[in-house]
């Protein structure tokens, strides 16, 4: 997909009550500035000024991410409304798709997690997202090796969040592990993780200013 050339800024801003530890009903908050006129800097200190832990926050080039949970992520967001007026305030709130891996196996969860943030969009076809929303409703009966992938590679929780037609990701492994350590393990002698994959590439497109020919865009830490 070629790159729009927009002065469009995307914020995930991610916290949680327990800083790495592992969220509870969580949502996101994505901020969006078309005029360049918001920081880093502005965002660090809403974030402080509003007792968000600031060692969770997210970026890649020009966006942001918060990553909250349920009871506060409504306050929050009026907050970034009435503050930050030119932005645009979107919220993700109930992912359409959950893997749980205490849930699944009856193991305890790890202490203290690493939240790995991605965004994508869906293609512009409706029947088409219809579609990936039923593979994703109906996958753990009907292609169960894909959480047994999760689970050999231990992610801890897998969220997917959809706000029209953005996804927006979250991957929680424990803490001190990577994504490009673990994330091989998910097919491992699991070749349906593989096909799983390629079907689920028809879906999907990378948002107006990934670069060109990228789908999914990682956000990394900000640094303190």
Not at 64 to 83: A, H
Request: charged share 25%; net charge negative.
């Amino acid at each position: 997909m070629k790159k729009i050339q927009l002065y469009t800024f995307l914020f995930a801003v991610i916290f949680t009550a327990w800083s790495c530890r592992k969220a509870t009903t969580p949502a996101i908050i994505e901020l969006i500035d078309t005029d360049n006129s918001f920081t880093t800097s502005d965002l660090m200190q809403f974030c402080s000024k509003n007792h968000i832990d600031t060692s969770t926050l997210y970026e890649w080039e020009n966006h942001w991410v918060i990553y909250s949970t349920d009871r506060e992520y409504r306050e929050v967001s009026q907050k970034l409304e009435n503050e930050f007026r030119r932005l645009i305030v979107k919220t993700y709130d109930k992912p359409f798709y959950n893997f749980n891996r205490e849930k699944l196996t009856g193991e305890k969860a790890a202490s203290e997690w690493e939240h790995i943030i991605m965004t994508a969009n869906l293609v512009n076809d409706t029947t088409l997202q219809n579609e990936y929303m039923e593979y994703h409703r109906t996958q753990l009966e009907k292609w169960p090796e894909i959480s047994k992938g999760f689970i050999n590679a231990d992610f801890q929780q897998l969220l997917v969040f959809r706000n029209g037609r953005q996804l927006i990701l979250v991957i929680s492994i424990p803490k001190g592990k990577t994504l490009d350590e673990l994330n091989p393990k998910t097919t491992e002698n699991n070749p349906r993780v593989d096909e799983w994959n390629k079907i689920m590439a028809k879906y999907q497109e990378g948002i107006e200013d990934a670069p060109q020919e990228t789908t999914w865009v990682m956000f990394q830490k900000v640094a303190p």
